[in-house]
């Protein structure tokens, strides 16, 4: 595939914009090569601006659930621009996706919008901080939410780990706030607790994670957890940026049947505009200004086009058998990826969930952020590429999810498998 548009606007924009990208992520660091530029995206299909086409599994990270340009989204983000883009005053929108949002996921009573992913965990925390009087903050290594300097924090070796930020420029007096626990692991959650019980405001989790690739929680890792954090007077944060509306219209929470206290969402619900939100009790979300102390704003916060974008995503994804089909589309690439590395004696691991995919090259299982980082980086590598080549898009790192959408047929997952067949 020729991509000389591609190559000509990566040179201008890593003249104007760091790396040439708005995100790191997207410029293909990982894997090396130009990133590819897009123009336009039609279900399960993207093309890039020299005319090629691809299966996208990256829909946007996420939020395309739908797939590319779903025509009840395009139509009422349409009708919502030519209405206004924006009052910074209240709109009937913003009521409606509240309504949906509360009504879909069980422990949200009352929500919060904000602009991004990043928002919403941010302040979460502060609502954690503010509800509890306490101030230390408890992640997972891999864990990822948002480049909020608190949780911007990973942990080398060893259990807790008082914070050792990854990032530069993040204040140290803030990361050591910050205790890192290695996930999947109840036994050093336990011993956390006991080193620091009562200065601990909340845990912060993905139900599923997502951001060292796709790892779900051991069930009983996340009962143990909301037993041990409502036994100690800390509030619980399942940030379901990703699994929000996707693993289960409920999210992570209905799937498992484990409810936090704050819940942190974004993604899906603003239908591929910019969007977060967080959400939890009456009770809880009483402290946040106007009704209480604790302040958090935002000019285009509960903005109507993304409001409306959003509402529409949720509306599709509430009719029956949604989810019914998300799973099977997403167990059919799951099955037939490890029949094939079955047959080709491929070392790798599969790991799914509902909507979402990891495959990692050379391990034999994945629990948490130490066995994800035994994968084989440089296969993954040339597996990226060749799979390109095949006209299959993936996220151009092995760490990521590949995202599975709702426009993604039974002949893409096929010709996604053979693209795979041919590029091993
Ligand atoms: C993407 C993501 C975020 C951050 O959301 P942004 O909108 O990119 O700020 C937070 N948490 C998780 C789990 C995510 O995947």
Known sequence: MENPTSQKLFDSATELIPGGVNSPARAWRSVGGTPLFFESGQGSRINDVDGNSYIDYVC??????????????????????????????????????ARLVVDAVPSIEMVRFVNSGTEATM??????????GRNLILKFDGGYHGHDDALLVRAG????????????????????DTIVAPYNDLEAIEQIFDAHSER????????????????????????????????????????????GFRAAFGGAQEVYGVYPDITCLG?????????????????????????????????????????AAGAATIRHLAKPDTYARLALTT??????????????????????????????????????MTTAANNDHQQFTSFFHKMLEHGVYL????????????????????????AVRDSL
């Open 200 to 243: 601990i405001a909340c845990v912060i989790i993905e139900p599923i994670a997502g951001n060292m690739g796709v790892v779900p929680a051991d069930p009983e890792f996340l009962t143990g957890l909301r037993r041990i954090t409502a036994d100690e007077g800390c509030l619980l944060i399942f940030d379901e940026v990703i699994s």
């Open 60 to 97: 946007s990270w996420g939020p395309l659930i739908l797939g590319h340009s779903h025509p009840d989204v395009v139509q009422a983000a349409q009708d919502a621009t030519a209405k206004g883009a924006s009052f910074g005053a209240p709109t009937a929108y913003e009521v409606e996706t």
């Open 157 to 176: 070796s060893g259990l807790a780990t008082s914070g050792i930020a990854d990032s530069a420029g993040v204040n140290p007096k803030l990361a050591e």
């Open 267 to 307: 993604k899906i619900i603003g239908g591929g505009f910019p969007v977060g939100a967080y959400g939890a009790s009456v009770e809880l979300m009483s402290h946040v200004a106007p009704l209480g102390p604790m302040y958090q704003a935002g000019t285009l916060s509960g903005n109507p086009v993304a409001m």
């Open 395 to 418: 996220p151009p790192s092995p760490y990521e999810a590949w995202f599975i959408s709702l426009a993604h047929t039974s002949e893409d997952i096929d010709a996604t498998l053979q």
């Open 123 to 132: 302040s979460a925390m502060r609502l954690a901080r503010a509800a509890t």
């Open 331 to 368: 167990a059919q690439l799951a099955d037939g990826l490890r029949e094939i590395f079955n047959e080709t004696e491929t070392p790798a691991t599969v790991n799914h969930a509902t909507g979402m995919l990891t495959l990692f090259f050379g391990v034999d299982s994945v629990k948490d």
